[in-house]
Nanobody
Framework: QVQLAESGGGLVQAGGSLGLSCAAS????????MGWFRQAPGKEREFVTA????????AYADSVKGRFTISRDNAKNTVYLQMNSLKPEDTAVYYC?????????????????????WGQGTQVTVSS
């Protein structure tokens, strides 16, 4: 139903900023709740942030709250992750994910198993 492709990853110094994009090829992007997850080498994939299909509700992991912002532009079939005040601990592969949420427009999802579609990831490296 939807294909996702992340972009915008790269290397940045601690304290810097980076913006990620996730482009969706699906025909009904506005019906999907979106999320960002990340995975560092040797560690489990973890929740970063989520956004409802309506765009009205958001959630953030405690580790990124106040530093990261998720947003979406349905006209462009894109979800964004703005990352500020980056720390070396933020180094990971970042994945965007989608869950069909047409009947729950204000719901967001924070667990891996709740998402149906995943991108291939983009590497973010924060140097100290």
């Amino acid at each position: 139903q939807v294909q996702l492709a992340e972009s915008g990853g790269g290397l940045v110094q601690a304290g810097g900023s980076l913006g990620l994009s996730c482009a969706a090829s699906g025909r009904t992007f506005s019906r999907y709740a979106m999320g960002w997850f990340r995975q560092a080498p040797g560690k489990e994939r973890e929740f970063v942030t989520a956004l409802s299909s309506s765009g009205a509700s958001t959630a953030y992991a405690d580790s990124v709250k106040g530093r990261f912002t998720i947003s979406r532009d349905n006209a462009k079939n894109t979800v964004y992750l703005q990352m500020n005040s980056l720390k070396p601990e933020d180094t990971a592969v970042y994945y965007c994910a989608a869950r069909y949420s047409y009947y729950s427009a204000n719901s967001y999802y924070t667990r891996l198993a709740e998402y149906n579609y995943w991108g291939q990831g983009t590497q973010v490296t924060v140097s100290s």
